[in-house]
């Protein structure tokens, strides 16, 4: 009788290690289905996509290819949502053709997102690596945060960056009280949010990236990752926007600049604003806890 109920006990445990597991792995597979990931390529690029490919094959993910809209095929006067005035105010210099296109690149992603009906997505450009655990870190990070939101999960550089939140995968979340940070390469954004973007991104004013982590402007509420998620694949190198030659081949007169000066001036102090608001409103919700 002892050993009849010594076996349907161990029976009833081995059971529910079964389900457990299986659980686990429906968990896993329902975080996977969760966000799409989103890549923006040009044509001429096909060493770039065909090496995501494979690293997708490698990780299992599936990636969505998005067609970059190559700016140096698109004539000054059939650029649209862009005044070179505006942009030349803003910024001091004259729009470079590869700026346009990432510009209308991202938007053509945000768009497509949009009209998937997924509630989250991964937006990259074809020059960083994928790994295992970008899904699970990115969903992690728009766990952590509310409202209708973008994290960056990469950046060229990070002054005086404020921890807001961790995540359940142990990243650091938070903004910065200096920029900009640079790159638009990878970012994690919700339905939400890219609806909103696809109304205040227009027209263009800045670079895109520029403009991307401004969300006191945009309405989107914008963090990002202490530790990039991706790293930059070999292609960073061999940009195709445009390298330091030619911004410095467009730039007007350090005196035609005072607008732009006066103009960053005044986003560094709104972005200072940003950050710290954000700080004293997360300090405020753990006193209350």
Same mark, same amino acid.
Not at 138 to 145: D, F, K, P, T
Not at 147 to 157: D, E, F, M, S
Not at 221 to 250: C, M, Q, W
């Given at each position: ?183 638009? $390469? ?6 939400? $949010? ?16 520029? $403009? ?26 061999? @940009? ?41 409103? @997360? $300090? ?6």
């Amino acid at each position: 009788m002892s050993a009849r109920f010594l076996f349907a006990g161990v029976t009833v445990i081995l059971e529910q290690i079964n389900r457990t597991s299986l659980a686990d792995l429906e968990i896993a597979g329902d975080i996977t289905q969760q966000v799409r990931i989103y890549v923006i390529n040009l044509d001429r690029s096909r060493d770039r996509w065909e090496r995501l490919c494979s690293q997708a094959v490698e990780y299992d993910l599936h990636v969505t290819r998005i067609p970059a809209v190559d700016g140096r095929v698109v004539a000054e006067e059939d650029r649209v949502d862009f005044h070179p005035h505006s942009f030349i105010y803003h910024n001091g210099r004259k729009l470079l053709p590869g700026e346009y296109g990432c510009y209308r690149s991202h938007l053509l992603a945000l768009e497509q997102f949009v009209a998937s009906g997924d509630r989250m997505a991964i937006i990259m450009e074809d020059d960083v690596e994928l790994n295992e655990r970008l899904i699970p870190r990115a969903i992690a990070a728009m766990e952590s945060v509310h409202g209708a939101r973008l994290v960056k999960l990469v950046n060229h550089r990070l002054v005086g960056f404020k921890e807001i939140c961790q995540t359940s995968e142990n990243d650091v979340i938070g903004r910065c009280m200096h920029g900009p940070q640079g790159s638009a $390469a990878c970012y994690i954004v919700n339905r939400k $949010a890219a609806r909103k973007l696809l109304t205040t991104l227009k027209p263009m004013l800045l670079p895109y990236d520029v $403009a991307l982590e401004r969300g006191w402007s945009t309405g989107v509420e914008t963090f990002t990752t202490f530790e990039n998620l991706v790293d930059f694949s070999p292609h960073r190198a061999d @940009t195709t926007i445009g390298k330091r030659v030619h911004y410095r081949a467009v730039k007007r007169h350090f005196l035609l600049r005072l607008t732009a000066h006066w103009f960053r001036t005044c986003d560094q102090l709104r972005r200072w604003r940003y950050a710290i608001k954000v700080k004293h409103a @997360t $300090a405020a919700k753990a006193i209350k806890r």
